[in-house]
Antibody
Framework: EVQLVESGGGLVQPGGSLRLSCAAS????????MHWVRQTPGKGLVWVSL????????IYADSVKGRFTISRDNAKNTLYLQMNSLRAEDTAVYYC????????????WGQGTLVTVSS | QTVVTQEPSLTVSPGGTVTLTCASS?????????PNWFQQKPGQAPRALVY???NKHSWTPARFSGSLLGGKAALTLSGVQPEDEAEYYC??????????FGGGTKLTVL
């Protein structure tokens, strides 16, 4: 069974940093592209970033480019999101998600971790 | 900035049929955008329903179907059930591995 478990969320002050983790199990982690998606409470889904299977290629939404860094450790079956220079508008539930076969994007999701940016 | 547009809300009667659409600000949606559809209920993570325009996942009920309609991606629910009341999101994949979600459609079954 595919399982994705996010952690690392919490309350952080504007300008601060936080690192999210997503522990994967139940599949061969190193085979799949992974994503971070966020959702402000009561609002829609917003795609944040993706990383290819070996970590050699990363893509970011314009809203986080230069502030967030996606990475992965295939030996530890873990996906990361390093978030720097956090702003109030980054407050959201952050989900990690896994692709499946070609064209099947964000098929499996974690339960999410809440990040609150506030003074 | 690329914008993906969905109907903000739709209402359907139980047993009825409803079509949700997904449009791109860049022009007509084609299969090259690999349209994906998701269902999200309150307090839950999204659940994938359809990928690559019209392919269902193994867990997707038969009453859900995806297509291209008039330059948009579409998700049709036939024989709507009360449990289908939820928010529905489309996703489009653009060149350079860029991914954009639509704003979501709140489907009410009434």
């Amino acid at each position: 069974e595919v399982q994705l478990v996010e952690s690392g969320g919490g309350l952080v002050q504007p300008g601060g940093s936080l690192r999210l983790s997503c522990a994967a199990s139940g599949f061969t982690f190193s085979t799949y592209w992974m994503h971070w998606v966020r959702q402000t409470p009561g609002k829609g889904l917003v795609w944040v970033s993706l990383i290819n299977s070996d970590g050699s290629s990363t893509i970011y939404a314009d809203s986080v480019k230069g502030r967030f860094t996606i990475s992965r450790d295939n030996a530890k079956n873990t996906l990361y999101l390093q978030m720097n220079s956090l702003r109030a508008e980054d407050t959201a539930v952050y989900y990690c998600a896994r692709d499946s076969r070609s064209g099947a994007i964000c098929v499996f999701w974690g339960q999410g971790t809440l990040v609150t940016v506030s003074s | 900035q690329t914008v993906v547009t969905q109907e903000p809300s739709l209402t359907v009667s139980p047993g009825g049929t409803v079509t949700l659409t997904c449009a791109s600000s860049t022009g007509p949606v084609t299969s090259d955008y690999y349209p994906n559809w998701f269902q999200q209920k309150p307090g839950q993570a999204p659940r994938a329903l359809v990928y690559s325009t019209n392919n269902k996942h193994s867990w997707t009920p038969a009453r859900f179907s995806g297509s291209l309609l008039g330059g948009k991606a579409a998700l049709t629910l036939s024989g709507v059930q009360p449990e289908d009341e939820a928010e529905y999101y489309c996703l489009l994949y653009y060149g350079g591995a860029r991914v954009v979600f639509g704003g979501g459609t709140k489907l009410t079954v009434l």
